[in-house]
């Protein structure tokens, strides 16, 4: 058989096509199958009693369907959470310096490095920028308290106290 045939009597080429479908198909379920099944969603429901702004943050959303949940990154803070007046601080917070080494704990920066968004941010002073100016802001929009970051200590306590007698939620008691 000659190759001068006209192209509608040349034997087609699917086999070779469905072959490297095959492949393709098969790399992909092993690299499924090499990073095991997906996580489990973090159960962050107890936090969003309080917090339920960050419920939608697309930081902690996607964090959360990692299995990555808020106490991995603020511990368990378990006196915050039960202190219904807020002056218990998280048993972690972070100021400004140290958000960026926290995030890389679990996000290298030898990994970030191969991004060009990541470079600005990997080559300026550590503390001048924070990933969470990209990547979510992360912050309470109104806040009736403010601690020192660094020691947790109170620094203003605005607003109603719920646990107080002399508080509207005090008072019903």
């Not at 973090?42 to 990555?68: F, M, P, Q, W």
């Not at 972070?94 to 600005?120: D, F, Q, V």
Request: proline content about 8%; charged content about 25%.
């Amino acid at each position: 058989m000659t190759w001068d045939a006209p192209s509608a009597n040349r034997p087609r080429s699917r086999p070779r096509n469905r072959n490297r479908l095959f492949l393709a198909v098969l790399a992909l379920a092993a690299g499924c199958l090499l990073r095991g099944p997906a996580p489990k969603p973090a159960d962050n429901s107890y936090c969003y009693v309080c917090h339920i702004n960050y419920k939608g943050e697309k930081l902690t959303r996607s964090h959360e369907l990692a299995g990555i949940g808020c106490e991995k990154c603020h511990g368990e803070s378990d006196r915050h959470s039960a202190d219904e007046d807020g002056l218990t601080p998280p048993e972690v917070m972070y100021p400004k310096a140290r958000i960026a080494p926290a995030c890389m704990a679990c996000h290298p920066g030898s990994r970030l490095a191969n991004e060009k968004a990541h470079t600005p941010m990997l080559a300026e002073a550590a503390g001048s920028a924070a990933c969470t100016e990209c990547h979510g802001k992360h912050r309470l929009a109104v806040r009736t308290r403010r601690w020192d970051k660094a020691t947790g200590k109170l620094l203003a306590a605005e607003g109603v106290r719920m646990m107080q007698e002399n508080s509207p939620a005090g008072s019903a008691r």
